[in-house]
């Protein structure tokens, strides 16, 4: 009888609209958007792909404890739980209606469950859109009112999600569950199964599970695959006090952490138990026995479209202290405008080798948010009229995909750097994002997205997309011709189908980085002062994104959404 009952409360064992009325309180859930509207993806059928009318997304409205909640669940059954146009409007539209009534006075708490793979590759840079939208409602909601994260199994959370998830004010877990910024099989796709066995799945757990995230700091609490638990931890994590900085703020911790590390061993799960909540002590030094031995390193390359330009915008002497050597951050002056100029360039001697080649790995995201803090810090006491502005310049083939990368939180890291550049942004920076070369997958979450406006090369080598076309290929199991050759702009890798999506406000046609001489940097500074003027007389959130000809146009079911979201809302 008593397995019986265990049985009957297990939360895993619930679907997605299942797990959303379990928590509220009885008889109080109302689905916004439900499968009745029938708002469903448009780009699946072209594909082959049978839509579904919710679009893997739950959104429910009620009460939890008698207090008034809102529950987004994603549905691990549908496509892996990957968030798509209309899925990740969803969850955008209902976070920031919550932060709309939070700032109204009306106390509106949110829980996210997610079971989700990521970013949906066949509708990849609607969904990294998305993302940075989620990614910005959660920031400025989290000041509000706790946003509690559940990762329960058996899906996981993965791709741009888990960086979502570490912005968060709370993680509940259980041994089911994962966090994970990469997937296994891309990992071993990308670097070897030398690297990381997607096969191994004890080894898997023993890096990205919910006992494992939690013994280190990563995730807040574990509990047992149970209903009543976790609603009762829920309400707990509502009703405590909040934090006085959220995981994704405390920068100087989790560097003191990286920095008494030596990487040159092989990191265990074991040693790492209790890194993040229990204070290495100060000169000491963590080593590792080497347990999983990688042989697999790609080319350093010399040099970078993101180092040249900003070599070419910014003087030796005027360049400031980042914490990292794949990070440079230095001062100009742009007309009357005060800007820091920061970038992430390739770095031969990187600890981490996995992150040589100008990817994003832990040092770098922690890096890019000590920088990004720093601007913050300094202009804090002045008017938003006199803070200054912040240039990403992004040439970024991507995250570093490894297995230590993976075990010391790389997902936090980088959450650190968008959580970062949305509080500049929200403070009254003016942040410009321009786009060199490679702006790829979470690394673009984190080091260009949050940026008031985008603008970038109209160039060959420039491409945006959630990861490599070989990737993308065996994920989706669609032939590499096939995704070199697709028609499809939110599946596309070049520059110019990514504007049509409404997010890049210029193309810059006649600057290229072989053909980069003074003159034409005396140019783009001129359009880098009009383009932050500009910001200065907008709104410092990402509404606007959608209001252009280009997203009105291909974009059309995100807006959609949000307005029937809005309706039914009120």
């Known amino acids: 009888m008593s397995q019986r009952k265990h049985m009957t409360n297990s939360f895993i064992e619930l679907n997605a609209r299942e797990r959303v009325k379990s928590i509220l309180d009885p008889n109080t859930f109302c689905e916004l958007c439900d499968p009745f509207c029938k708002i469903e993806s448009p780009h699946l059928p072209s594909q082959g792909i049978v839509p579904q009318s919710d679009d893997g997304v739950v959104v429910g409205l009620g009460t939890l404890n008698n207090e008034r909640t809102l529950i987004i669940s994603t549905d691990g059954k549908f496509m892996g739980g990957g968030i798509g146009e209309v899925s990740g409007a969803k969850i955008a539209a209902a976070l920031e209606l919550a932060l709309q009534d939070n700032k109204q006075g009306i106390p509106t708490k949110t829980v996210l469950m997610l079971e989700t793979g990521g970013i949906r590759l066949q509708e990849s840079n609607y969904g990294l859109l998305a993302l940075a939208e989620i990614q910005a409602a959660i920031i400025e909601l989290r000041q509000l009112q706790p946003v509690v994260c559940i990762i329960a199994g058996t899906i996981g959370c993965f791709g741009g999600m888990s960086i979502t998830a570490g912005l968060c004010t709370s993680i509940i877990m259980t041994k089911h569950g994962r966090l994970q ?15 990381f066995d997607s096969r191994n799945r004890p080894f898997i757990w023993s890096i990205s599970g919910g006992e494992q995230r939690v013994e280190t700091g990563l995730a807040d609490k574990l509990v047992h695959d149970d209903v009543n638990e976790l609603r009762e931890q829920i309400i707990h994590c509502f009703n405590n006090q909040r934090p006085k900085y959220f995981r994704s703020t405390m920068i100087d911790k989790h560097v003191t952490q990286l920095n008494n590390i030596d990487p040159s061993g092989n990191l265990t799960p074991d040693a790492l138990r209790g890194l993040w909540v229990k204070p290495v002590e100060s000169g000491s030094t963590i080593h590792y026995n080497a347990a999983v031995t990688s042989v697999l390193e790609k080319k350093i390359e010399s040099s970078s479209n993101g180092k040249l330009f900003f070599q070419a915008l910014v003087a030796s002497g005027d360049q400031v202290e980042s914490g990292s050597d794949s990070v440079l951050a230095g001062n100009i002056t742009l007309g009357s405008e005060h800007a820091t100029v920061i970038a992430v360039v390739p770095n031969r001697h990187n600890r981490f080798h996995r992150a040589r080649n100008g990817q994003l790995g832990v040092d770098e995201g922690w890096a890019l948010a000590r920088c990004v803090r720093q601007v913050i810090e300094a202009d804090q006491s ?49 942040i410009v994002a321009l786009i060199v070369g490679q702006a790829l997958s979470g690394a673009f979450l984190a080091h260009g997205l949050q940026a008031n406006a985008i603008i970038a090369l109209n160039d060959p080598s420039v491409m945006v997309q959630v990861m490599s076309k ?15 050759h697709t028609t499809s702009i939110g599946r596309a890798h070049d520059i110019g189908s990514f504007t049509k999506l409404g997010a890049v406000e210029h193309l810059i046609d006649d600057i290229t980085s072989d053909q980069l001489t003074s003159e034409k940097v005396d140019r783009l500074q001129i359009l880098l002062h009009h383009t932050i003027t500009k910001i200065r007389s907008s709104s410092n959130d990402l509404s606007h994104r959608l209001s252009s000809q280009n997203a009105q146009l291909y974009r059309a079911s995100s807006i959609h959404v949000r307005k029937e979201m809005e309706v039914q809302w009120s």
């Open 470 to 484: 070989k990737s993308i290929s065996i994920i989706t199991k669609t032939s590499l011709s096939e995704v070199e």
């Open 382 to 430: 002045k008017p938003s009229k006199d803070k200054s502005a912040i240039v990403a310049i992004v040439d970024v083939p991507g995250q570093a995909y490894g297995y230590k990368e993976e075990l010391l939180g790389i997902h936090q890291s980088l959450a650190a750097a968008v959580d970062a550049y949305a509080t500049a942004r929200l403070s009254g920076h003016p």
């Open 181 to 195: 910024l990469n997937g296994p099989e891309v990992i071993e796709q990308e670097a070897g199964i030398e690297e």
